[in-house]
């Protein structure tokens, strides 16, 4: 008996193993490395030398620019969270009243952009917004401007760009939080004297909350952490944070700074992960992926 | 009695298929109506169109004389318990209950005061910090039902509200269901596939088909007076034989089975409109007893000779299988009576006032 319990005690860890190495591996190692190297120094021809020095550190946290360039990374990532919320949500909440064969496509459709790299997706609002580009031809054409207008190239885009990325990942989250919403409890709320709009706002968003968080904390991670859609659609003063940690490390060949830079992206994305994990439970996420 | 709900020609179609034929039914005031019937008769379709749910293709609603198909459901003052109960998983058991309260402009301590009365007559007076998710199947039962008559409901509609307890809960839950609706006195409409519930609860049951009503009538009409075969059939367990008979019109019918002779049977026996030279004889398998070959039947029964076939034991009562002539008859007796083995010949013997003549 007891051996048999504790074997399947030991099962799920025993079929978890090949995960676990591989996360050990490629996440938690390098992990280490970036720690550690954020207390190395960089020697001017651009190797490192093992140090225990808090310099990075101090740069890294004292320095103005720095901190500036967090913030706005941190406001881009919200509005961008809050605009994919408004635009997703009304779309969720379609697909998820959709009957039959309809949802099926219109899930599909919600599929389709993951099928064209995100970098494509991105260079494609320059063939819209650009000088050149659609938009400025069709205002040409009708007579709106004389010359063609720049645009591109900041914050606007940036944001347009990443609510184009991001917009997905919010809608099918809500959608999975919308479709678990069992009809019967709109019905029990209306027949209890709710008009539709009361029963919107007493039932049925505060029951896709969950969705709509997990949507919410995915954008905003990966809104925060974006590298390419600043550099295709953003000006030069736009960069956000994860262009300084390529700056640091690729062009300025500076690892420990790179990785003190890194760290702090980490530290500020792994609070937010954290608080919604306290009030919602990681869990949701996985089931809006799955 | 006034009416509380009218049903006048009322149709449901989903696309070509049409769920609900032409229905007519009048509902009394402060009455306790059952529609029944199997699976996919459209109980469900004609309730959730007295709710509001869903509009009649054709026909129209009146509650309390007014004409309520345009009326959306928000206004139109109905408690419905749902067979998922539906409580809101976000909110406390208090706040379930209160919530139509909200929409009534009940002032704050009168609906402290209304919830605490709903709640104690489910009997669950103290759960009112919990979540549902905190409750019982039967406890949430009991809410959801608490939920909808505080609001004082015209008319309180339930599907199959029973359906998801478990045998013994849903025999406490539906005595408990009825006294409550008799202490209100509010006009129920209650939809169930499950005769002994209907068959306990109602004061008048629909029985239907296909989308359509096969008989309307107390309980005991229904059970002792179908109207049709299928109702027949579908209460309780029935013979069904072929009969011939004669005088219809008269107060008497005299009618004649192969097996049994001539006998006669009372017109009340025969439901109007279907007395004919042929017909079908319904009799009920607790009705038709068996005994011993010897043994004198009572004054007044018609008897004959048969083999036990097969036999049921079911704790209370014992199931026979009985072959009469080349009819194979079910009688049920109870466990008091003389027990026959399979194979026994036996005497099989039945009142004519028991039993119900079908035309063809
Ligand atoms: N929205 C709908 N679209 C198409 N057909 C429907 C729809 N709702 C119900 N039906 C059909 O109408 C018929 C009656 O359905 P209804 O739900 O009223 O049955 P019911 O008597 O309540 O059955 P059950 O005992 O299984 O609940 C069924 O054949 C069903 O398939
Ligand atoms: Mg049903």
Known sequence: MATIEQSEKRAPWVLLSPALVTIALLLVVPLMFIVVYSFWLRTSVGGVEAAFSLANWQEALTDRFYRDILISTVRIAAITTILCAIIGYPVAYFVARARGVNRGFLLLLLMLPFWVSYIIRTMSWINILGVSGALNSLLLAIGVIDEPIQMLYNEVTVILGLVHFLLPFMILNTYVSLDGIDRALEDAANSLGANPMQTFWEVTLPLSVPGLAAGAVLCFVLGAGTYITPVILGGPTDAMFANLVFEAIITQLDWPLGAVLSLMLLVVLGAVVLTYNRFMGLGQIAKGIG | ?360
């Open chain 2, 1 to 360: 009695m006034s009416t509380a709900v009218t049903l006048n020609n009322i149709v449901k179609r989903f696309g070509t298929f049409t769920a609900v034929h032409p229905l007519d039914l009048e509902i009394e005031q402060g009455s306790f109506l059952t529609l029944l019937g199997p699976s996919g008769c459209g109980k469900t379709t004609t309730l959730r169109m007295i709710a509001g749910l869903l509009d009649p293709t054709e026909g129209d609603i009146l509650v309390k004389g007014q004409r309520v198909n345009t009326v959306p459901i928000h206004k139109r003052n109905l408690g419905i318990v749902f067979q998922s109960y539906a409580l809101f998983p976000h909110k406390t058991i208090f706040e379930n209950v209160a919530f139509g309260l909200k929409y009534r402009n009940v002032p704050k301590a009168q609906v402290e005061e209304k919830v605490k009365a709903a709640m104690e007559l489910v009997q669950l007076p103290n759960v009112g910090d919990r979540y549902p998710s905190q409750l019982s199947g039967g406890q949430q039962q009991r809410i959801a039902l608490a939920r909808a008559i505080v609001i004082e409901p015209d008319v309180l509609l339930l599907d199959e509200p029973l359906s998801a307890l478990d045998a013994n809960l849903r025999e406490d839950m539906r005595v408990e269901l009825k006294n409550i609706q008799e202490k209100l006195g509010v006009t129920t409409v209650f939809v169930t596939h499950d005769q002994g519930e209907a068959l306990a609860m109602s004061d008048n049951i629909v029985v239907m088909r296909d989308g359509r009503i096969e008989q309307v009538g107390s309980p005991w009409d229904v059970y002792n007076r179908p109207a049709s075969e299928f109702v027949a059939q579908f209460l309780g367990a029935s013979n069904l034989m072929d009969v011939r008979a004669e005088g219809a019109g008269a107060e008497k019918v005299a009618v004649e089975l192969p097996q049994f002779g001539k006998f006669e049977v009372d017109t009340t026996q025969v439901p109007k409109g279907n007395a004919s030279a042929k017909g079908k004889l319904v009799l009920r398998a607790e009705k038709l007893q068996l005994s011993d070959t010897a043994a004198k039947a009572p004054t007044g029964h018609v008897t004959a000779n048969g083999t036990v076939e097969a036999v049921d034991y079911l704790g209370q009562s014992v199931r026979y299988f009985v072959h009469v002539g080349d009819e194979k008859l079910q009688a049920i007796n109870t466990v008091g009576q003389a027990l026959f083995d399979q194979g026994a010949q036996v005497q099989v013997h039945f009142d004519p006032q028991n039993c119900t003549l079908l035309g063809d």
